[in-house]
């Protein structure tokens, strides 16, 4: 039996965790065409995969406007809030832990996918080098319109909002993203943001809208419920910075009082390498966070057991190793083979490369 950290309960705020491995928020684009809620096989994948410590929820839009891609799921309505309801109650059933990722898009996003045929909104009027998928083929994202300054409020009151529903749907709290270049990171840096009102500036202004976010959702459900992703040294989305490492530790330090959950970080870029420029450095930011840290990019298992065992991280996130191991706790436990990850089933699809990854004890049977 294995003894490492990694394997052992955790409480991070007021989630009870019953080991450090957890599931990353997954873009599958399998929602309901009709009103972006969550099917049956939801229930079924989330479900299958109630091992891990905790679940974060793929990206799941806050409102109408915030959604970027095809299928992509909300948690603004109540037909999503009941669809999730049934996902979280299948979790928990199970022993697991659930959060959902509240996100809103921001200029990733297409005209075909926005209420009315309108511009995405983003907070400057800057179209990103970057591709959406739109339920037929990749297309380059729409130019966004400009948020008026008095429009913020009602975005910030919808994560509020989005956050009640996550209780009302049984989750055990939600993850903030701010992270790959969505509408949070769009705010926080300069290369996208460029406006001359409190939201834009100073690194100050520009952390205001994540900070007027995070006071919204942890005054409504409590800051122990509520984690965060940040992507410092990642360019996902064509999202850009000219001073990471001063804006992010600004960021952090700004998280700080709020004693939340936990931070969780992309460390180097998005699915991708984990290496970051001369002069940043990701440990630095790691550091300067006082609560839990989930780590996560590229992480092996003994990479992953490593981090625990020296304090690096709290908790290590794996996202493509879950899409393809159900079980992926106990094969990690017992060090068996993984599966291989179907990239053709990646984003989009029924059952097929969603449900059917075998888990150890189907394979034996087999
Ligand atoms: C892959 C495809 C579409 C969206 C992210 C929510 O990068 C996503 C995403 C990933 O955070």
Redesign the pocket.
Known sequence: MTTEKLFTPLKAGALDLANRIVMA???R?RARAEDDAPYDIHVEYYAQRASAGLIIT??SQIMPEGK??AW?PGIYSKAQIDGWKKVTDAVHAKGGKIVVQL?HVGRISHTSLQPGGKAPVAPSAIAAKAKT?DGTAFVDTSVPRALETDEIAAIVDAYRQAALNAIEAGFDGIEV?A??G?LIDQFLRDGSNLRDDIYGGSIENRTRFLVEVMDAVTQAIGADRVGIRLSPLSN??AIADSNPMALFSHVIDRLNPYGLAYLHLVEGQ??GPRETPEGTDINALRKRFEGAYMANNGYTRSMAIEAVESGAADLVAFGRPFIANPDLVARLQQDAPLNDLDRGTL?GGGREGYVDYPTLDSQAAA
Do not use: C, I, M, Q
């Open positions: 928020p997954l873009t684009n793929e990206a970027g891609y992509t996100w998928f993203h992270a790959n969505y996902a989305n998005t699915g984003y």
